[in-house]
């Protein structure tokens, strides 16, 4: 695999989903495949590695491939997995009625911290500039002024309503904002 110019291969990453139950059933020990794993990497001079269990209750419908990408993060997932969760629980978008909660409180977004916030929502696992949250915003009209350093002020007041869930905003340094999708995060679609 050759990389594109200017840039070098640093690493790769696996997401492997396991049902534990049907591990054990197949014989599989799944910390031992962890293991066998790393072992098998560290012998390649140079290479380091990381490994991750990622936990979730064992009545969760969501594909297990689904509840690693989200807990890791994983960058190129553009949409929130389905997940079975209560109102009440954590931070609910509902784009269809404008209303944002918090562990089943409503929570008072001014009209361009909502905008804001629908923005990431809609937009969720990608990197966001200062110009291009600034474009997105202009578009609105309640006739303040607004400019890159004003996002600044945005993003750091949506994140202090969204306590104590508001790292789910996250700075990427050097390059911007975005919203990744996550566990305690579940978007009502608009239709």
């Known amino acids: 695999m050759a990389a594109p110019r200017g840039l070098g291969l640093r690493g790769f990453g696996i997401y492997v989903g396991l049902d534990e139950q049907a591990a054990d059933a197949a014989g599989v020990d799944v910390g031992a495949l962890v293991g066998d794993v790393q072992r098998a990497i560290t012998g390649i001079p140079g290479a380091s590695t990381f490994a991750s269990v990622v936990l979730a209750p064992a009545d969760d419908p969501e594909p297990s491939l689904d509840v690693v990408r989200t807990a890791l993060g994983e960058p190129s997932l553009h949409h929130a997995p389905a997940r079975r969760v209560s109102r009440d629980e954590g931070v609910v978008v509902d784009?269809?009625?404008h209303r944002v909660t918090v562990?089943?409180?409503?929570?008072a977004l001014s009209f361009r911290e909502h905008a804001l916030l629908t923005f990431l929502v809609q937009h969720q696992g990608e990197v966001h500039d200062r110009q291009r949250l600034l474009g997105a915003l202009?578009?609105?009209?309640?006739?303040e002024q607004i400019n890159e350093r004003t996002i600044d002020v945005y993003l750091q007041r949506l994140r202090r309503r969204l306590h104590p869930y508001g790292d789910v905003v996250r700075t990427v340094r050097g390059r911007g904002y975005r919203l990744d999708p996550h566990p305690d995060v579940t978007v009502v679609p608009a239709g």
């Open 138 to 143: 202009l578009s609105e009209t309640d006739g």
């Open 103 to 107: 562990d089943g409180h409503v929570v």
């Open 95 to 97: 784009l269809a009625r």
